[in-house]
């Protein structure tokens, strides 16, 4: 039973999908968009959702937060300088996901996740 169970596993470990979900963070919020599995997106929308929601409340402990999952300290600051201000009067659902189709080499379902130009 998967009660009260959040998200896929990604035939991952915990450590694992945890520092995907940083990496991919960091790359969203560094290139505005990227492409990637299907369901890696829709793991990945959540978490940087939140990411941006505590960019847009600005305060050190949000900083510290954010710091802890984008290790990378240029992106870090581009979320709370361009990213969060950008959505200020935004009440969520930052990020919009595209279907591509499949990938030629394994069949997989590609999508492109990016950040909502308002």
Request: net charge positive.
């Given at each position: 039973m998967r009660h009260r169970v959040k998200g896929k596993k990604l035939s991952?470990?915990?450590?694992?999908?945890?520092?995907?979900?940083?990496?991919?963070?960091?790359?969203?919020?560094?290139h505005d968009k990227i492409d990637t599995t299907q369901a890696k997106a829709k793991e990945l929308r959540p978490f940087?959702?939140?990411?941006?929601t505590?960019?847009?409340?600005?305060?050190?402990?949000?900083?510290?937060?954010i710091e802890r999952k984008i290790r990378h300290r240029p992106t870090a600051d581009r979320l709370f300088k361009e990213i969060g201000p950008r959505f200020a009067s935004r009440p969520g659902g930052y990020i919009r996901i595209l279907?591509?189709?499949?990938?030629?080499?394994?069949?997989?379902?590609?999508?492109r996740i990016e950040l909502l130009s308002e």
């Open positions: 991952r470990t915990a450590a694992h999908k945890r520092a995907l979900l940083n990496n991919l963070a960091t790359s969203l919020f560094t940087a959702e939140r990411l941006i505590l960019a847009r409340r600005g305060d050190l402990q949000a900083r510290r937060q279907k591509l189709g499949h990938r030629s080499g394994d069949g997989a379902e590609l999508a």
